[in-house]
């Protein structure tokens, strides 16, 4: 027996007209204000409680670690099982643990230590839905139209920063933050009642006795290893995510201690950086070919951007220099999904996804527990200008070794007794010339 054939959206029809994309796309919005809201309460909740950066590594370190443990093997599971139920039941439970805080704060409990004890479970149910969410988009859509796709639903994230954090500012004033923690926990509602509407297909054909999770997971290994383009493009992506992890933290803790602005102003320059990822999303849409060299470009851009916002107490050159960081990282992070989604057939795309989630995540909660030190040793102006250096120093690096091993050969005259046997080739050239890209 096999799973139902995905029946992804015809090439003709726009996506925007397509039912159940805009259904998942109005999910993952939905998700995407609930986030907002959650990291610009949270960090203000957890500093409030405790006055100490170091808290709010320590919450968002346990926060991280599910997904170092649990990400490949939930990426299996993605391969394995229905995409659509693992999204779900995600969903809910994310929903009623997110939900205790209001309700400690209603029964007038110490809400430190809530936050403390749902950090894990919830990290490890982000890992599960992550798994199945992030493999699923082929099969909605099609590849043809992958790059498209992935540009309409940052655009919806971004929409949802942008509405977050001003709305989250309101909240917190009004409510305080565990209460806009209580709405976080209904927007994961919302995310599964769209699952639950979503008719087509989230997975394409498939046995429905698939070989040990052993042996899946060693394919998907095996697979990463052997595409010289995916694996390093992985490993440039976790040497980046492991100096961006704690920037949210460091930025709240830059602007409240540091500049002392307010909570309104802090929600005004997340939405102004979402408003850039936007702008990085359509100009993301318009690449027809995934390219290392924009991706790195993107980043740099975006960390320029940073180190600028380190060294200011200016609120207008802060929001300008935001908004180009929210461009240059959403050009840079969409680019790089869309690349590793077309090269990785559906039957691994969920190990392969969560492979490289794993890598790109596994150091970060000794990332943002480094990031909670630094922010009690030095400063949250000091912590976001290393970040940011860091993140060029590792682009331009990473582009000069594309450069430098992408170049033509010097000709070697061939033995002439010796026959050459060529080496196929792909059918996009500008992948052909990155496959040439070792670590």
């Given at each position: 027996?096999?799973?139902?054939?995905?029946?992804?959206?015809?090439a003709g029809r726009n996506l925007l007209?397509?039912?159940?994309?805009?259904?998942?796309?109005?999910?993952?919005?939905?998700?995407?204000?609930?986030?907002?809201l959650s990291k610009t309460a949270l960090?203000?909740?957890?500093?409030?409680?405790?006055?100490?950066?170091?808290?709010?590594?320590?919450?968002?370190?346990?926060?991280?670690?599910?997904?170092?443990?649990?990400?490949?093997?939930?990426?299996?599971?993605?391969?394995?099982?229905?995409?659509?139920?693992?999204?779900?039941?995600?969903?809910?439970?994310?929903?009623?643990?997110?939900?205790?805080?209001?309700?400690?704060?209603?029964?007038?409990?110490?809400?430190?230590?809530?936050?403390?004890?749902?950090?894990?479970?919830?990290g490890a149910l982000y890992a599960v839905?992550?798994?199945?969410?992030?493999?699923?988009?082929?099969?909605?859509?099609?590849?043809?139209?992958?790059?498209?796709?992935?540009?309409?639903?940052?655009?919806?994230?971004?929409?949802?920063?942008?509405?977050?954090?001003?709305?989250?500012?309101?909240?917190?004033?009004?409510?305080?933050?565990?209460?806009?923690?209580?709405?976080?926990?209904?927007?994961?509602?919302?995310?599964?009642?769209?699952?639950?509407?979503?008719?087509?297909?989230?997975?394409?054909?498939?046995?429905?006795?698939?070989?040990?999770?052993?042996?899946?997971?060693?394919?998907?290994?095996?697979?990463?290893?052997?595409?010289?383009?995916?694996?390093?493009?992985?490993?440039?992506?976790?040497?980046?995510?492991?100096?961006?992890?704690?920037?949210?933290?460091?930025?709240?803790?830059?602007?409240?201690?540091?500049?002392?602005?307010?909570?309104?102003?802090?929600?005004?320059?997340?939405?102004?950086?979402?408003?850039?990822?936007?702008?990085?999303?359509?100009?993301?849409?318009?690449?027809?070919?995934?390219?290392?060299?924009?991706?790195?470009?993107?980043?740099?851009?975006?960390?320029?951007?940073?180190?600028?916002?380190?060294?200011?107490?200016?609120?207008?050159?802060?929001?300008?220099?935001?908004?180009?960081?929210?461009?240059?990282?959403?050009?840079?992070?969409?680019?790089?999904?869309?690349?590793?989604?077309?090269?990785?057939?559906?039957?691994?795309?969920?190990?392969?996804?969560?492979?490289?989630?794993?890598?790109?995540?596994?150091?970060?909660?000794?990332?943002?527990?480094?990031?909670?030190?630094?922010?009690?040793?030095?400063?949250?102006?000091?912590?976001?200008?290393?970040?940011?250096?860091?993140?060029?120093?590792?682009?331009?690096?990473?582009?000069?070794?594309?450069?430098?091993?992408?170049?033509?050969?010097?000709?070697?005259?061939?033995?002439?007794?010796?026959?050459?046997?060529?080496?196929?080739?792909?059918?996009?050239?500008?992948?052909?010339?990155?496959?040439?890209?070792?670590?």
């Open positions: 027996m096999t799973t139902p054939a995905s029946t992804a959206t015809p007209r397509d039912r159940d994309f805009l259904l998942f796309a109005g999910g993952q919005g939905a998700s995407a204000l609930g986030d907002a960090p203000l909740l957890v500093l409030a409680l405790t006055g100490s950066g170091l808290h709010m590594g320590l919450i968002a370190m346990l926060s991280a670690l599910p997904m170092m443990l649990l990400g490949v093997p939930a990426g299996a599971w993605a391969d394995r099982f229905d995409r659509r139920r693992m999204m779900l039941w995600s969903d809910v439970g994310r929903a009623l643990l997110v939900a205790a805080v209001p309700l400690a704060a209603v029964l007038g409990l110490p809400m430190l230590p809530v936050l403390y004890a749902i950090a894990v479970p919830v839905f992550e798994a199945a969410c992030l493999s699923c988009v082929p099969s909605l859509v099609g590849r043809e139209r992958l790059g498209e796709a992935n540009s309409l639903l940052s655009i919806g994230n971004a929409l949802g920063y942008i509405a977050g954090p001003a709305l989250a500012g309101v909240l917190v004033t009004g409510i305080g933050g565990a209460g806009t923690l209580g709405v976080d926990a209904l927007t994961f509602a919302v995310s599964a009642l769209t699952l639950m509407l979503i008719r087509r297909p989230l997975q394409t054909a498939r046995e429905q006795t698939p070989a040990p999770m052993r042996r899946q997971v060693l394919e998907g290994f095996r697979f990463i290893a052997g595409h010289r383009l995916l694996r390093a493009a992985l490993l440039y992506w976790a040497a980046i995510t492991f100096f961006t992890s704690p920037i949210i933290i460091c930025a709240t803790y830059f602007i409240r201690e540091d500049l002392g602005w307010s909570p309104g102003v802090l929600g005004s320059i997340i939405a102004v950086y979402a408003v850039g990822a936007i702008a990085g999303a359509v100009l993301a849409s318009r690449i027809k070919e995934a390219s290392v060299a924009v991706m790195c470009a993107g980043t740099v851009l975006g960390s320029v951007a940073l180190l600028v916002l380190s060294g200011t107490a200016s609120l207008p050159l802060a929001l300008g220099v935001v908004l180009l960081a929210g461009g240059g990282e959403s050009l840079s992070a969409i680019l790089y999904s869309t690349l590793r989604a077309r090269l990785t057939p559906d039957e691994l795309l969920g190990r392969v996804t969560t492979t490289a989630q794993v890598a790109a995540f596994s150091l970060r909660p000794l990332s943002v527990l480094v990031a909670g030190i630094a922010l009690e040793a030095t400063s949250g102006s000091m912590t976001l200008a290393v970040i940011a250096l860091s993140c060029i120093a590792i682009s331009v690096a990473f582009a000069s070794r594309i450069r430098r091993l992408s170049a033509p050969p010097e000709p070697v005259t061939p033995e002439p007794t010796t026959p050459v046997t060529p080496e196929p080739t792909l059918t996009r050239p500008a992948i052909l010339k990155a496959e040439e890209v070792a670590p």
